[in-house]
């Protein structure tokens, strides 16, 4: 959930739907009126949903979001898919266009977004694929038309989940997955902060 810092009735919301079955109810949604009416504004298929969003802290209109093909059933699961994916729109939310320049295709599992507060042109993303292994961190210096592979190695991180960025510092990141990994140099390298599920 991201709430507009300019105006607080307009909230946007990563949505995955139903656990156990395909349905409609996977996107984007945002509401213009404080919740009382939403509307689905990045729709993909009734099998990939909405993980991760972020905003702009100056310029509310853009806005970055992770789309991930998942099922799950009873007897097995899938974990990824070609239609996950990161998406920008700059008008708010009413049209979005897949950001791909550097960043990885394919079967492609959970993926998380970061935006710093004090440089927003600078992103952190993070990738895994169908099979749980880590492919890399993806850093952003222009908003997310180009991304550059930071060559990080944080195997066994896999499903990750959020990627936070320190509001004062871009260089200083964090990102929760199975552990919770810190750096301090721009995802370069990082340590282990703790081992328990930080994906939980």
């Not at 789309?67 to 974990?79: G, K, L, N, P, Q």
Request: hydrophobic content about 30%.
């Amino acid at each position: 959930v991201v709430v507009d810092p300019q105006n607080s009735d307009r909230v946007f919301v990563a949505a995955m739907g139903n656990l156990f079955a395909n349905n409609p109810q996977r996107g984007i949604y945002r509401t213009q009126d404080g919740g009382t009416s939403w509307e689905n504004v990045l729709f993909i298929s009734d099998s990939t949903g909405g993980i991760d969003i972020a905003i702009h802290p100056t310029h509310p209109d853009t806005i970055y979001a992770s789309m991930w093909e998942r099922r799950r059933f009873a007897t097995h699961r899938s974990y990824g898919g070609e239609t996950s994916g990161l998406f920008r729109s700059y008008d708010g939310g009413d049209t979005w266009t897949e950001l791909t320049n550097g960043l990885p295709s394919g079967l492609i599992s959970r993926i998380g977004v970061g935006i710093s507060q004090s440089h927003p042109n600078i992103l952190y993303t993070h990738y895994s694929d169908k099979n749980k292994d880590w492919i890399d961190c993806f850093k952003t210096t222009d908003g997310g038309d180009t991304w550059f592979a930071t060559n990080s190695n944080i195997q066994g991180n896999y499903w990750e989940g959020e990627i936070y960025i320190d509001p004062t510092n871009p260089d200083k990141v964090w990102s929760g997955g199975v552990s919770m990994w810190r750096s301090t140099d721009g995802a370069a390298s990082w340590t282990t902060v703790s081992g328990i599920w930080a994906d939980q």
